[in-house]
């Protein structure tokens, strides 16, 4: 059975310090009235760390806790300490609740941010670093997996896990008990290629999946003009679910075919200071997922 959650990114919760951030209680009333089941729990440090209090606000809104998200520099040897802490602390956080789901993000670094959307262009490691930057993915993946979690890794734009033949060379890399794939259907897209033509390729690896949508004609613009990540995202380069250039009908059928059986995420990435009303854009992805039968 496919089960569809939300998470804080949604309502623009990108690092647990931003002082823009709604509270996360605010996050789990509008995520629960939007019809959602499951939450992640966005950056750490964002959601209490107390068990008993997260628990509480997750049993009042009748949220499961599917997973959460390591989003640091696993590009930059000098900030190991930061990612090995941020990733304990993740992990004591999902086994509190019972999460399943690890998700591993290389951040956005300087040297890629200006080709986010251009694999052509885009400045490759050399072995030695490449060689560093996997054996970061495989110690946080066996820590993952120690904590009795699934970990999947996710690729996202302007980091040096961005562009598909990127992903397949770590997957091929890394053994399949270690690592899995949490697929983004918008980075994939943002990255210049084609979602569900991958998910075809690897659907037996795919553990979770997070939807989002892209816009084509923000896209067009942010990578002809070099935007940056975060100022294509407060262009509302993530748009609705349904409006956007991914087949979420095809992405459907992929699922349906090989017996899918979990969570699919909303992340609709959006500038906590922005025009939009997370709460309505929940509730309307929501809405269009129910009308393609998710």
């Not at 992640?40 to 107390?50: A, N, Q, R």
């Not at 998200?69 to 590009?75: A, C, E, T």
């Not at 941020?86 to 956080?93: E, F, K, M, P």
Request: contains cysteine; glycine residues 10%; proline residues 5%.
């Amino acid at each position: 059975m496919i089960e569809i959650g939300n998470a804080p990114c949604s309502w623009g919760v990108e690092f647990a310090d931003d002082p823009r951030n709604p509270t996360w209680q605010r996050v789990l009333a509008d995520c629960a009235a939007a019809g959602y089941r499951g939450i992640e729990l966005g950056p750490i440090g964002f959601m209490p760390e107390d068990p008993a209090v997260l628990g509480d606000g997750l049993a009042q809104h009748g949220l499961t806790l599917i997973g959460g998200v390591v989003f640091r520099p696993f590009h930059d040897p000098n900030a190991w300490d930061e990612l090995q802490d941020a990733a304990q602390r993740t992990c004591r956080a999902l086994v509190s609740h019972g999460a399943k789901h690890l998700v591993l993000i290389d951040s956005i670094s300087a040297r890629r941010a200006p080709t986010a959307g251009r694999a052509a262009e885009a400045e490759q490691m050399g072995t030695a670093e490449w060689a560093a930057f996997v054996q970061r993915f495989r110690e946080i993946a066996k820590m993952g997996t120690d904590h009795g979690l699934t970990v999947g890794v996710h690729a996202h734009a302007a980091g040096f896990m961005d562009f598909e033949p990127e992903l397949e060379r770590l997957l091929g890399e890394v053994d399949e008990d270690l690592l899995k794939i949490c697929f983004d259907t918008g980075h994939h897209s943002y990255a210049g290629f084609d979602p569900v033509a991958f998910m075809r390729r690897h659907i037996g690896r795919i553990s979770y999946m997070h939807f989002k949508d892209i816009d084509p004609t923000v896209k067009a613009r942010a990578i002809a003009n070099r935007t940056g990540f975060y100022d294509a995202t407060g262009e509302g380069i993530f748009c609705n679910l349904g409006k956007g250039d991914v087949d979420f009908a095809g992405v459907r059928q992929v699922l349906l075919e090989a017996g899918f059986n979990g969570w699919c995420t909303v992340e609709q990435d959006c500038d906590p200071a922005g025009p939009t009303k997370p709460a309505d854009d929940a509730r309307a992805n929501r809405d269009y997922l129910s009308t393609i039968e998710f």
